[in-house]
């Protein structure tokens, strides 16, 4: 189903893994809509060595980067433009870790240099990404900024721990920075709020199995899978979608607005 949606767009992609981040599945697919792109992860993810998997499928190359780090920033937008023989006009977030998660520490007794770390990569990597670009004017106008985010910033799920304020942080400052980019530049900054999916960061959260069933029963659409969720991707950084700007974009198969659905009432049924 390619259209040609990103033809002669330029883009960077943060974060895929392996072949279950949803980072992988955009870059297969803005592959397909006639992107070019350059594929960016943090140096230890790189020791894996699957992205360069990616990168051979997708004629694109790696450049590693901490995304916490604005010195790692500065060379990689830098080298992206260099590459790709401009301006970008796309960039995905697609960020997320807890060593809190990690090392299974309850939330009323996390730890404060990981929860620290927690902040840095999964949001304020984002502030650094956007306030990097800007200094150095890297996106063009009508540029388009997506992170992946998850309905814990809203409600609460408890065993999400920590990345529930990293996930708000990180979608106020989706508002913050998209209001001030957008008066300066038109770009747009936005995310998408994703279903459970099955990756290497979503198994790190305790009872996912058990989760991703209940919230497929609780979406009238059951879950949106990695794939859908780069085919949403793609439409916002194309231009089907300019005046989109700021918002938090639920991709959850209805999950967000259902308060309880049949099939999970008739589970406390009585047995007679
Ligand atoms: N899987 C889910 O259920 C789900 C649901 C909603 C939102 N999300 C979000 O989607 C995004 C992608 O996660 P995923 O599920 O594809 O898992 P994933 O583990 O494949 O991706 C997370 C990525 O973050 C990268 N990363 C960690 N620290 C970094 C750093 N310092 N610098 C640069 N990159 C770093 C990892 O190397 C990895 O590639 C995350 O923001 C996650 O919170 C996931």
């Known amino acids: 189903m390619a259209n040609n949606l990103l033809k002669g767009k330029r883009g960077i992609i943060f974060g895929a893994l392996n072949d279950m981040s949803i980072a992988w599945k955009v870059a297969e697919r803005a592959h397909e809509e006639g992107a070019e792109f350059v594929l960016t992860n943090a140096p230890i993810a790189m020791r894996m060595g699957a992205i360069n998997d990616l990168a051979e499928k997708t004629g694109s190359i790696v ?20 590459h790709l023989g401009g301006k970008i006009d796309f960039i995905l977030h697609s960020i997320g870790m807890s060593p809190n998660v990690r090392k299974k520490k309850h939330y009323t007794d996390i730890n404060y240099n990981y929860y620290n770390q927690t902040l840095d990569v999964s949001a304020g990597s984002l502030h650094k990404i956007l306030a990097t670009a800007q200094k150095m004017d890297a996106l063009n106008e009508w540029g388009s900024v997506v992170a992946l985010t998850y309905i814990a910033a809203q409600r609460i799920f408890p065993d999400y721990n920590d990345m529930a304020d990293a996930k708000s942080l990180l979608e106020s400052i989706t508002r913050s920075f998209g209001y001030h980019y957008g008066i300066k530049k038109k770009v747009r900054v936005n995310t998408i709020s994703q279903s459970p999916t099955v990756t290497t960061a979503g198994q790190g959260i305790k009872g996912f199995d ?32 300019r005046y989109v700007t700021m918002q938090n974009l639920f991709h959850d198969g209805g999950f967000s607005n259902t308060g309880v659905t049949q099939q999970v009432i008739e589970r406390f049924g009585s047995e007679d």
Request: overall charge negative.
């Open 63 to 82: 450049i590693p980067a901490d995304a916490t780090s604005v010195e790692d920033l500065e060379k990689l937008i830098q080298e992206a433009m260099d």
């Open 210 to 241: 058990e989760f991703i069933n209940f919230s497929e029963q609780m979406s009238p659409l059951g879950n949106a899978s990695a794939v859908a969720c780069a085919d949403y991707c793609i439409s916002m950084f194309s231009d089907l979608t």
